[in-house]
């Protein structure tokens, strides 16, 4: 298009949806990198009893899609369908957040609810029942 070859502040001093869909590419090549590379570790784990070809289509499968979706998004920025603000955002988000469900499965975090937490704050605030006999 004739905005790839626009300076990034020229993106910006002239904001039509052609331009910031150009602008959110130039910011989603780097992020993704950022992105991808926090989703390869926990990928790169590998079960000697199972091996490694499952993680590594998985990887492969996110990372296409990954892509595939930062193309889309920056068509409904062109086409207006999404605001640049969401736009911008919302695949590197999505892929974060299955990067960081990847960590807390991997780590076996348990997971922080709102009972969980309310049953802790309650069961601190008890009385112990062999003192007060």
């Known amino acids: 298009t004739a905005s790839a070859g626009l300076p990034t502040t020229a993106l910006m001093a002239d904001p039509t949806r052609l331009n910031l ?6 910011i989603a090549t780097p992020v993704s990198m950022l992105v991808v ?11 000697p009893r199972i091996g490694s070809s499952l993680n590594l ?9 990954y892509t595939n979706l930062n193309g889309l998004v920056k068509a409904w920025i062109q086409q207006g369908r999404v605001p640049f603000s969401i736009g911008v955002w919302i695949t ?11 960590f807390r499965r991997r780590m076996s975090l348990p997971r922080l609810s709102l009972g969980r937490l309310l049953a802790w704050l309650v069961g601190r605030r008890r009385p112990n029942a062999a003192g007060s006999a």
């Open 37 to 47: 590379a926090l989703l390869a570790i926990p990928l790169a784990f590998v079960n």
């Open 57 to 65: 289509v998985i990887g492969v499968l996110i990372y296409f899609t």
């Open 21 to 26: 869909a150009e602008l959110a590419t130039r």
């Open 92 to 102: 590197h988000v999505v892929v974060l957040l299955i990067a960081i469900h990847l």
